[in-house]
């Protein structure tokens, strides 16, 4: 209440599972938990007093961020996950469409996974990287995305295996209710991806794409570096402007680290892969 008081609470949702995310859309609370499966559940909050439990959906891997849709639909970022028996192994980018309509059985009527293992967005620790325009079926996030190389692995690229970085920058997509969700393009303020070759380090560039935006028909992308306009219907190049900064190095990054030793990828769920004896 008023005072901080607690009026009402449910218990016992997930045992020994962990909250992820929460969404509150009027008479209806979603949450998100995770230990090796997505549980999304429905919450009732018409009565303070007495919330409870209307439905749930088990998926595999988790979100991170839920952002509305409409009134029965949400849309959820995360991870996707490999169950592993006592634990998951955390893998590429999810976007997942959920469609709440029917409280008691809610559906994940589409999802993309992009990257594998190591693949990233600010979006999972920063909803302001994320641009929603339903009105224009718009969806925009950056993503680092990192890929296996399958070759290392000739019989089987197992769960664990982190793959290298190859590309940064903002995914656009289409997103609808009919034609769920549709890459439409990719942009990217890097000019030589070779340069991803430094790794994880790279995360950190002032060339990576952090926040989007539009203004009537023209994409605005931007790192600390660069400001790039696209159009926003074919996403043609337009013009970009370029910005000062200064050298980068990473929050926290170690001095006595060298050349020679690759700075550790950002870890934005520190301790929450559960290994067996650990």
Known sequence: DMDLNIVGSLEDLAPGETIYS??????????????????????????????????????TGYSDYLHPYDETHIIGIGKETTDAGEFAWYQG?????????????????????????GSESPVLYDHKAFLFDRSRNLMVMPILEAEVDQSQYPEGVPSWAYGEPVWQGAYVFDISIDDGLQIRGRI????????????????YSPFA?????????????????????NSLETLDYINEVELPYSDWTPYGYPEEYTDEEPVPAPDTKSGTEEIPGS
Do not use: C, W
């Open 22 to 59: 929460a969404r509150f859309m009027g008479e209806r609370g979603y949450l998100v938990t995770f230990k090796q499966v997505d549980p999304l559940f429905v919450i009732d909050l018409s009565d303070p007093n007495n919330p409870r439990e209307l439905g749930y959906l088990k998926v």
């Open 93 to 117: 980018v999810k976007i997942s469409l959920f469609d709440v309509s029917d409280v008691s059985n809610p559906q994940e009527i589409d999802k993309l996974e992009i990257g594998d293992r």
């Open 188 to 203: 990217t303020h890097i000019d030589d991806l070779s340069e991803l070759e430094e790794g994880y380090y790279y995360y």
């Open 209 to 229: 794409v952090e926040r989007s935006l539009y203004i009537e028909d023209v994409l605005y992308t931007i790192s600390q570096a660069k400001i790039k306009m």
